[in-house]
């Protein structure tokens, strides 16, 4: 069975530094795209970034490009997020995703696509 185990959450004052891990079992981690994806209370589940482990690209939504940085850690089926100068509106629960290759190889954060979950962990921002 394909595992997909979020850590690294917690609470920051804003301006600080956290990095999210991602560590995926029961696939094949090469073939594979991992995102990064957040829900805030009251809000629609968002993209927020991904990699694909095929090609190397990456995607940044628009709000966090220069401040997170998304990596792979292939030899640990590991996906990093380090998430810089968070602000409040950062505040959500963040969740990993899987995506096959299998179609398109480079990274891109359609949702639908995406077909294994982790369990998500809490990101909280203080002003």
């Known amino acids: 069975d394909v595992q997909l185990v979020e850590s690294g959450g917690g609470l920051v004052q804003a301006g600080g530094s956290l990095r999210l891990s991602c560590a995926a079992s029961?696939?094949?981690?090469?073939?594979?795209?991992i995102g990064w994806f957040r829900q805030a209370p009251g809000k629609e589940r968002e993209g927020v970034s991904c990699i694909s482990n095929s090609d190397g690209s990456t995607y940044y939504t628009d709000s966090v490009k220069g401040r997170f940085t998304i990596s792979s850690g292939n030899a640990k089926n590991t996906v990093y997020l380090e998430m810089n100068s968070l602000k409040p509106e950062d505040t959500a629960v963040y969740y990993c995703a899987a995506k096959s290759n299998y179609y398109h190889d480079y990274a891109y954060i359609m949702e639908v696509d995406y077909d294994y979950w982790g369990q998500g962990t809490q990101v909280t921002v203080s002003s």
């Open positions: 029961g696939l094949i981690f090469g073939d594979y795209s």
